[in-house]
Nanobody, 123 residues
Framework: QVQLVESGGGLVQAGGSLRLSCAASGRTFSGYAMGWFRQAPGKEREFVAAISISLGYTYYADSVKGRFTISRDAATNTGYLQMNSLKPEDTAVYYC????????????????WGQGTQVTVSS
């Protein structure tokens, strides 16, 4: 079992930055792929970014490529999503997830989910 807790969300103006954190407990987080998804009001949850189990390969949705960076710190069992040049359309609840299936961009690739953190970008 892996427990995930997100933090770092908040209200920011367009063009600003936020860094989301995902603190993991239970099994060693580094043994899992980590992903970030988001869900805007009235929309389905969508893939944002992922980092592979080994070698640290990263994957991004086209909508965030070049603006967001996913990373992880094995020493602290924490994952991060650095979000720069934020846009109003980035407003959503952001979820981190952990999984073993190496299906990085789909929800069924993940077994464990955090409770989410709200990100609001004002224009």
């Amino acid at each position: 079992q892996v427990q995930l807790v997100e933090s770092g969300g908040g209200l920011v103006q367009a063009g600003g930055s936020l860094r989301l954190s995902c603190a993991a407990s239970g099994r060693t987080f580094s043994g899992y792929a980590m992903g970030w998804f988001r869900q805007a009001p009235g929309k389905e949850r969508e893939f944002v970014a992922a980092i592979s189990i080994s070698l640290g390969y990263t994957y991004y949705a086209d909508s965030v490529k070049g603006r967001f960076t996913i990373s992880r710190d094995a020493a602290t069992n924490t994952g991060y999503l650095q979000m720069n040049s934020l846009k109003p359309e980035d407003t959503a609840v952001y979820y981190c997830a952990a999984g073993l299936r190496q299906l990085y961009a789909v929800e069924r690739g993940y077994d464990y989910w955090g409770q989410g953190t709200q990100v609001t970008v004002s224009s």
